[in-house]
């Protein structure tokens, strides 16, 4: 049974407990796994530091929640500087590259940066961070298929921006593609 | 038990596969058992409950009120019961509360409603939003007087949705309040749930007289179940009191009376444990060690029970997915067999009290307490299977 641990961080409003959402209904719904997601609640998940838990597995998760997660996404500095010290080594660690301002060169972890917001932006909104940072995860891990999040979306995004969320999805999806070239493989 | 189901209502089933939260699946499993009435008053870490039941309302046809406070949704729970509706409520610890006084009538008066309690920890408006498993006994022993309560406990979302089901199914045969204990861990925590399809769902209905109108008794004390309702306002001539009553309903206070009404409210739950109790057991046979757990508690319980496997310990595990009545027969079957239950509980120590009375001293019991706001560290479990297994 091969298991993965998956934390989402960032602060409250950022959209970090829809990411686990997502990630966790294409995981169990489309890519034939099991998934538990936990998450913040309480005031902290209203602007501070806030974090979503996913546990995925092959087979049904026992222990809901995470113990060592192999992967941290981190889209605030609070976010970073609470939760990078428990990756274990080779970990994975996904920063937004423009809000997270790095403590060491993490030479023992995978890195991976992206301008999420900046992408966001450009697209125009902000709003669209996580949905950027979910593409770039999901193309720079082998955690989920770009497919299964792709039927994941409508449902967790409104309506009527479901197209426009794709597409930020899209956009960081791609930058992960390019930044898996660079170095030649995935997670 | 041979009880009259029928298929579910394709209008309250949201059929496929969903990633929900327990909440949510307590709401959408009331719906499929054809719920059509709910009167709460909304409370962390419960609220979702109430959201999505309101949000369903309208497409499914039922009626949510958002009452003036937990006393008077309970009232309007039992109006819309004797009404001819399936009802339910949700609320938690501070909330039920200031339900015991009309959980108590209902159960007196034999009315089927599902109350949902998602712990959170106390005492009083304690940690609203984090988890514990503090109300156990008083779901049992909330209301005053003799009650013989049923009360479930789910593990995950999935279980949510089932048990919901259950619960009615349970409250419209045996005409008594059903409580689903569950807490902010499952409350919150979003998994995969499949919903059925209607008519894989089965349902038991709300059980209508219909013979002559000068025939029409709303009780019947036998200490069994099965027993019919009619809807207020249909014509038909009863009382409904929380004084002691007989069969037509009128209050009939003597100790002779009281003898027979108690008698079968404590049975009809008691005398058909059999039937009601349900329990998941793992590799129970052989075991030295029984870990005695419920809800959420059990799946944390399971990560210490994997280690201690591999250490060699023949450890069971018997979760309680019927928490009232308790699974005394069982308990004492094992009790002389096993070395030691250990009972690990987001409690200072409740339902440890029955193993231990079950146990008879045949057994060593080790209670593994907490005090809420967070689950076990699977260590401590482990530790206590260690010093049980010595």
Known sequence: ??????????????????????????????????????????????????????????????????????????????????????????????????????????????????????????????????????????????????DAMKKALPGLVPDRFLKINQKAFEKGYEYGVEAVNAVGATL | MNIKTVPADPKGVDSGPHFMD????????????????????????????FERFAERAPEVGAMFIQME????????????????????????????????????????????????????????TGAPTLTAQQDMMQAKYGPHGDNAMIALSPDSPQECFDLAIEAFNLSEYYRVPVVILTDETVGHMHEKVVIPAA?????????????????FRPYKFDGKGGHP?????????????????????????????????????????????????????????????????????????????????????????????TIWPFCEKRIRELAGKVKTFVVPELNYGQMVLEVERCAGGKSKVISVNHCGGAVHDPEVILEAIRKGNK
Not at chain 1, 100 to 126: I, M, W
Not at chain 2, 96 to 114: C, K, R, Y
Request: with cysteine; proline share 4%; net charge negative.
């Open chain 1, 1 to 146: 049974m091969s298991t993965q641990e998956i934390r989402f961080s960032g602060f409250g409003g950022q959209g970090i407990i829809r990411c686990a959402l997502i990630t966790g209904k294409a995981l169990s719904l489309f890519d034939d796994k099991f998934a538990t997601m936990t998450q913040s609640f309480g005031p902290e998940a209203r602007g501070s530091a806030c974090a979503a838990q996913l546990v995925v597995s092959d087979d049904r998760v026992l222990y809901p929640y995470i113990t060592q997660p192999g992967i941290l996404m981190a889209l605030s500095q609070e976010a970073y500087d609470l939760y990078y010290p428990e990756l274990p080594k080779g970990g994975v660690l996904i920063v937004e590259e423009d809000l997270v301002k790095l403590k060491s060169d993490h030479a023992d972890l995978a890195l991976r940066r992206v301008p999420a917001t900046r992408f966001a932006e450009e697209l125009g909104n902000r709003l669209f961070t996580n949905l950027v940072a979910l593409g770039f995860l999901t193309a720079v891990t082998n955690v989920v298929s770009a």
């Open chain 2, 22 to 49: 327990g909440d949510h699946a307590l709401a959408e499993g009331a719906l499929a058992a054809g719920c059509r009435f709910f009167a709460g008053y909304p409370i962390t870490p419960s609220t979702e409950t």
């Open chain 2, 69 to 124: 406070d937990e006393l008077a949704a309970i009232a309007a729970n039992i109006g819309a019961a004797w009404g001819g509706q399936k009802v339910m409520t949700v609320t938690c610890g501070p909330g039920f509360s200031l339900m015991v006084e009309n959980i108590g009538l209902a159960a007196m008066t034999e009315t089927p409603m599902v109350i949902c309690n998602v712990q959170r920890a106390g005492p009083s």
């Open chain 2, 199 to 215: 008519d894989q769902i089965k349902v038991v209905p709300r059980n209508l007289y219909t013979g002559p109108k000068e025939d």
């Open chain 2, 229 to 321: 309702m009619t809807r207020a306002g249909d014509g038909y001539h009863f009382h409904v009191t929380g004084l002691t009553h007989n069969e037509k309903g009128y209050p009939v206070v003597t100790a002779d009376q009281n003898k027979i009404v108690v008698t079968h409210l404590m049975e009809k739950i008691n005398g058909n444990a059999d039937d009601i109790v349900r329990l998941d057991e793992d590799q129970i046979e052989g075991a030295d060690v029984v870990v005695v757990s419920y809800g959420i508690t059990s799946r944390i319980a399971v990560k210490a029970i994997q280690d201690a496997r591999k250490e060699g310990i023949k450890v069971g595990s018997l979760r309680m997915i």
